[in-house]
């Protein structure tokens, strides 16, 4: 489903990132997890000499917050050394705090027998879609100690896109990030606590 308004409360916390790696551009999907930081994919950050931006509600050409440079990058070991795909989440620091206008999503940790059966959201901007951002409804169907894997027809571009639910409060909180799709099905990595004390960690 496409998102007619994505510049109002909650899809402006979710945001296009343009890549340019070696004069090339991708594009990818990253989510404000606080003033000035984004989670997404670590695959999104192909080398330290990547030049990155991030897009806060984009529509289309639209760039309603603007566009913000990237100025630091962070993924875990697990990521760096052995591209463990359960660990492939990143969190880039923006040049500016538009997180305290947009507002920013929280995010919790899930135990390993947690998640399955889940109704779970997903924001994110398919290359296809030329800057359209795409809200799917799924469930997880299975929930591994590190890994949520679901049913959401996921595109290229939107590697990097929360996975999330909304708490008894109606607050939304992000427990996952998307990362692959794949044989038919779709996964990326569950929020542990190890993984939210990574994030927590790099909030600064």
């Known amino acids: 489903m496409i998102i007619d308004h994505p510049e109002v409360w909650p899809f402006r916390a979710v945001g296009r990132l343009v890549i340019n790696h070696n004069g090339k551009l991708f594009t990818a999907t990253g989510t404000l997890v606080g003033p000035q930081h ?29 566009s913000h440079e990237v100025t630091a990058r962070y993924a875990p070991d697990e990521w760096i050394k052995h591209q463990d795909l359960d660990w492939d989440i990143a969190i880039l620091k923006l040049s500016a705090p ?10 919790t940790a899930l135990g390993p ?29 299975k929930s591994g ?39 038919g099905y779709a996964f990326g990595p569950k929020i ?13």
């Open 38 to 66: 984004v989670l997404t994919a670590a695959h999104n950050v192909p080398s330290s000499s990547a030049m990155l931006s991030f897009n806060p509600g984009q529509k289309g050409s639209i760039t309603p917050y603007k």
């Open 98 to 107: 538009i997180g305290k206008i947009t507002g920013f999503y929280g995010f």
């Open 113 to 141: 027998l947690e998640g399955k059966g889940l109704e779970i959201r997903i924001l994110g901007y398919p290359t296809q879609a030329n800057g359209e951002m795409w809200l799917h409804k799924t469930i997880v169907t």
């Open 145 to 183: 100690p590190e890994r949520l894997v679901h049913e959401g027809m996921t595109l290229q571009g939107e590697s990097g896109s929360p996975i999330f639910v909304q708490n008894n409060a109606g607050q939304i909180v992000v427990i996952g990030v998307h990362t692959y799709r794949e044989d």
């Open 192 to 204: 542990t606590a190890k993984k939210r004390d990574f994030i927590v960690a790099h909030l600064s």
